[in-house]
Structures are given as C-alpha cells and as structure tokens.
C-alpha cells in the first residue's frame, strides 16, 4: 500500500479491512518522516509499527 492510500483509509469514514502479513489490523496513526503506520493487529492485541509498504487492503466494510 503506499502512504497516500494509508493516509485515505486513516481518514475515511469508511471502514475497510487492511492485512499486515496476512492479519487483520487497524491504522491508528501514520509517521510520513519514516513510512511507517501504528496498527493494532486484531487477533493479538498488540499495536506495533510497520512499514506502509508492507500492508495491504481488503474490502470496503462500510
């Protein structure tokens, strides 16, 4: 995903689903100095940085 698309799904009202490696996550914030997003990965409850590049999008849940 690039940091512009990211940065969309951050401010939409929508909700859409957004994979790191293969698990859910949830954007909580974005870092444009160094590519990174702060997620929350669901299923483990733990948040962590990773690279923008490295996320990935599924659908439009509304």
């Known amino acids: 995903m690039d940091f ?3 940065q969309e799904i951050l401010n939409s009202s929508d909700t859409y ?11 909580k914030g974005l870092k444009p100095e160094d590519n990174t997003a702060d997620v929350e990965i ?3 409850k733990i948040r962590t940085s990773v690279p ?3 996320l990935t999008e599924g ?3 509304h």
């Open 42 to 44: 669901l299923s483990e």
């Open 59 to 61: 659908e439009n849940l």
């Open 17 to 27: 689903e957004v994979f790191y490696k293969g698990k859910l996550v949830w954007i």
């Open 4 to 6: 512009q698309r990211a």
């Open 52 to 54: 923008v590049e490295e």
